[in-house]
């Protein structure tokens, strides 16, 4: 084991606080939050169980852990919710000096389309 693994290395937390592992040397029993997501679940509320700790830009850095036996499966969205984000969306993309629907979002530091912008006659 290099000195770098060895540094990283402390399955009991004693000397970290959590159940600490390096770079690719977790055991399969947790999962991060993106593992989890791509998994279709999510950690739940339970507390971090251990983290994964390495040298990167910075200094160390730190990624947290979650045991997979108490993720709970991934909420879905209600039809509802789906409408009201389709509607938020759809706002963000119609200018409010024409009115027409853009198929980019309207930048908030001009507050209108770039064609009124520009002062172009609209499309």
Not at 34 to 53: D, F, N, S
Not at 92 to 97: D, F, L
Request: hydrophobic share 35%; with cysteine; net charge positive.
């Amino acid at each position: 084991m290099s000195r770098v693994r060895a540094a990283y290395w402390d399955p009991e937390g004693t000397r970290y606080g959590l159940p600490t592992f390096w770079w690719g040397g977790a055991p399969a029993a947790y999962a991060t939050r993106r593992q989890l997501r791509a998994r279709g679940l999510r950690p739940g509320g339970q507390p971090i169980a251990a983290q994964i700790l390495w040298r990167g830009v910075g200094g160390t850095r730190a990624a947290y852990l979650y045991r997979l036996d108490l993720a709970r499966p991934k909420r879905t969205a209600s039809p509802a919710q789906r409408r009201a984000i389709s509607a938020a969306l759809r706002a963000r993309r119609t200018c409010p000096a024409c009115g027409q629907v853009r198929p980019y979002y309207i930048p908030r530091s001009l507050g209108e389309c770039l064609t009124c912008h520009d002062g172009r006659p609209g499309r």
